[in-house]
């Protein structure tokens, strides 16, 4: 099927336009409890894990560092260019790995890290040496022999191709550029400006052909773009011919991120153009070949992402999609996400905080949650549904002995608009998003969300310090 003979119109989007969350877990982090601590982590992790090896682990690994402010950022970063900076938080994301070693040691449990990703902030920032001994530490929990993928996140204009071939020789696979839009209009209102050149630097064969796998992070939204310049910006990424390729929306919120109001209101695309920008980029990518990886994420035909989409194994976590592989997450540095069976943590976001925490050797627990049956039972059909765009109902009644048809018969009776508009597919046996539908897939998640049916408000999951503005 060509993507572009698919009809979305105007009225279709300002109907299904929900705002809602993303969906990485349920319930979504700002329900999470700020009641959790160290000593409830530490609990969990005995529990779940105590006297065994762990089931397959994805590491995430967060670098709060930035030497350069972006204005649309949602993440929690601090923006420095002090080094020596670098270097002493970096002796306390040591001391946390640490930590675990002597609390896995301790209660017998085996780590079995599988995936690893590096994120921030802009964890280019750290030179070859630095990186190395970043590798070295990670090694106290990581046997790299089994290791499927190392990613790291990078900044292209903190990097040179010398590092960029350094990180693949301390065994870094898998690189994923922050492009967000290549038009210099845009660049400039977002205080990012990086010249296509700097970019394309990066794709020579004798350093792509060092990695499995190239991404590209592009954001919709974002001031100053236009669906004609978006569509340049597709057609340029075509060209560049990425491994995979991150759709990410632009959420403009200067009311938690104060530094958003360095983009004037004006500058940003109004939401029904918003969405007309995602939807023709979504078909462009389509038609151009790619598969189309859940909610906002494409890969090329072959890539481990298209393969569990075939074979409908897609899984979705606070890392975005995975193969697959890992469904359990670790996460070290300050707000970093972990999730394991039943429970939810985030680390401290700040870091004074953090590091006193580390002083104290306790784990730098924010908060929260630990999740019902109801739960486990709604995240796992909704993460289905924005992973694969289908839910076999027979899967969910074996797993936790329910009848699906009984236990969701207020939700299935919410259906019938999508159905009618042709946005789903529905049997007795099982649920599809249709091509169509795929495009208003996180509405078709909301009516399975308890909270949002309850008409319970999803707490924006970032608050005003979340965005840390260093002034060395």
Known sequence: MSYSSVKIDQKFVDKYNSGGPYYVCHPTVGQWSGDYSSQQFSEALKSEFGGKEMRPM??????????????????????????????????YLFKEIDLFCAFFEQHSIVPNIREIHLGGGSPSVMDAAEMGQLVKNLAKLVDYKKLKEFSLEIDVRTVDCERVLAYADLGIDRISFGIQDYDLKVQEAINRVQPIEHIEKFLEPNIRDKFKSVNFDLIFGLPNQTRDSFKKTIETTLRLSPDRICLYHYNHMPGIYQHQ???????????????????????????????????????KQGDDLAKAVQDKNLHRSFIGYTAGRTHDLIGIGPSAISGFGDHYFQSIYSLDKYYEAIDAGVFPILRGTRQTKDQMIREDVILKII???????????????????????????????????GAVELSDRFLEVTPRGRFCVRYVCMIFDQAYQEGRRHVPTSRKDDVLVGID
Do not use: W
């Open 261 to 299: 109001k360095l983009i004037a209101d004006e500058d940003v695309p109004e939401e029904q153009d918003k969405s007309m920008i995602n939807v023709e980029a979504i078909q462009s990518l389509e038609d151009g070949g790619y598969v189309r990886i859940g909610l906002d994420h494409f890969a």
């Open 387 to 421: 992973s694969n765009f289908y839910l076999e109902f027979r899967k969910i009644e074996s797993r936790y002995d329910i009848e699906f048809n009984s236990y969701f018969c207020k939700e299935l009776a919410l259906l019938d608009d999508l159905i009618a508009d």
């Open 58 to 91: 994805y590491l995430y690994a967060h670098f709060p560092f930035c030497p350069i402010l972006c204005y649309y950022c949602h993440c929690h970063v601090v923006i420095t260019k002090n080094k020596s900076r670098t270097q002493s938080f970096l002796d």
